[in-house]
Nanobody, 114 residues
Framework: QVQLVESGGGLVQPGGSLRLSCAASGFTFSIYAMGWYYQAPGKERELVARLSTGGTTNYADSVKGRFTISRDNAKKMLFLQMNSLKPEDTAVYYC????????WGQGTQVTVSS
């Protein structure tokens, strides 16, 4: 069955960086477009970034130029490099296929605060 395990979140000051990781299992990772999603308190979950099997990336306007999504198909891993973090990036971050599978991991909390 599909399993997605996110890690790498934490508390960081504005302007700082974090690298999120997602370990995927239970499906053929390499043939799926993948995405990072975030959910801020009291808000709906939204797509942050997505990466096609061919390497095409798309980002939410709010993170363009600051976040970079990447993948390692051999290790079934998805990554999100987050630079120049802002307080409004505070959220729980999830990985999933794009479109999503409907099954979600526990997410990883990112808090940007001084």
């Amino acid at each position: 069955q599909v399993q997605l395990v996110e890690s790498g979140g934490g508390l960081v000051q504005p302007g700082g960086s974090l690298r999120l990781s997602c370990a995927a299992s239970g499906f053929t990772f390499s043939i799926y477009a993948m995405g990072w999603y975030y959910q801020a308190p009291g808000k709906e979950r939204e797509l942050v970034a997505r990466l096609s099997t061919g390497g095409t990336t798309n980002y939410a306007d709010s993170v363009k130029g600051r976040f970079t999504i990447s993948r390692d198909n051999a290790k079934k891993m998805l990554f999100l490099q987050m630079n120049s973090l802002k307080p409004e990036d505070t959220a729980v971050y999830y990985c999933n296929t794009f479109p999503d599978t409907g099954r979600w991991g526990q997410g990883t909390q990112v808090t940007v605060s001084s």
